[in-house]
């Protein structure tokens, strides 16, 4: 089986993402999107990454000029700033296909933005550097790019997986994350939102009762219903992966592995050699919710 280079990975907030996130990273792929980083901390480029790109984004006569001006001069600012100005603005692209929100403000390029948002989904995902497991909340029919469906329906390619867990321990999983002490909850703007939501209310329970009536509430709506029913697209829950340090079993946890090594284009045994579940975040424990709601 080939491996695949790019993961499209659904795990909405309270999933317990972090132990999937664990076995993707030791799997060999860099986390993006609500578990990632920028293109300033992306790995070196592999060989043959960079002109492919630079020669699509700013043409061929600029793309030259920037290796020239490279090898001639021996000063890789020029040539590294283009690339990485490049890989973020082909990130903005791919997570706009994803139908994930993006700025309206933003520094990059608007005509080599234009350029690479007419790509077809081939060859932005031939352009795409690296080997990256794409993290979102949600891959949602009506907000993805119908390109990139067409293109998956078609091939397969990316391959998605899908992260559940119950709904009751991930939104309470979510609504701690959201109220900790320190008020560090990212980046992502319906959590900066509702922290400020859950934190006025007096109780857990009015924080509990806000969080399962409010539809915009990350997490209590759960992912897309045809996620969890399309046959090309790979589940593994919570529950599997908690293993008995979080209140699952030995045995569930090697089958989920298994699937998901299976599944990226690694030899079966390699499921035996992937790293223990991280230890010591009680949000990840099994049947959170009934204590947390009382």
Do not use: K
């Amino acid at each position: 089986m080939t491996a695949p280079r790019h993961l499209v990975v659904v795990s909405p907030p309270g999933s317990g993402t972090v132990l999937l996130h664990q076995i993707t990273t030791a799997l060999g792929h860099t986390s993006r999107g609500t578990m990632g980083g920028h293109a300033h901390h992306a790995r070196r480029a592999a060989p043959g990454e960079v002109y492919p790109l630079l020669e699509t984004a700013y043409g061929r006569p600029a793309a030259l000029a920037f290796l020239t001006a490279h090898h001639r001069e021996q000063d890789t600012g020029p040539l590294q700033a283009a690339y990485t100005a490049a890989v973020d603005t082909l990130w903005r692209v791919w997570w706009q296909r994803l139908g994930q929100a993006v700025t309206a403000h933003t520094d990059l390029d608007p005509a080599v933005e234009s350029r690479l948002a007419r790509l077809p989904n081939a060859e932005v995902l031939r352009l795409l550097p690296g080997r990256d497991a794409w993290y979102v909340t949600d891959l949602r029919l009506d907000r993805a790019d119908a390109g990139l469906l067409r293109h998956w329906a078609a091939t397969g390619e990316p391959l998605i997986i899908l992260h559940r867990r119950h709904p009751d321990d991930r939104i309470a999983a979510h609504i701690r994350h959201l109220c900790r002490p320190d008020g560090q909850v990212g980046t992502m703007p319906e959590n900066l939102i509702h922290r400020d939501v859950l934190t006025s209310l007096p109780t857990d329970r009015a924080r509990w009762d806000y969080a399962r009536a409010d539809p915009a509430f990350l997490g209590a709506t759960g992912p897309s219903l045809w996620l969890s029913h399309h046959p090309g697209v790979l589940t593994v829950t919570h529950e599997e992966l908690a293993g008995p340090l979080y209140g699952g079993t030995p045995h569930a946890r090697a089958a989920a592995l298994a699937r998901l090594t299976t599944a990226l284009g690694h030899p079966a045994d390699r499921a035996g050699t992937l790293p223990d579940p991280v230890p010591g975040l009680p949000d990840l424990h099994i049947g959170l919710s009934p204590a947390y709601v009382g």
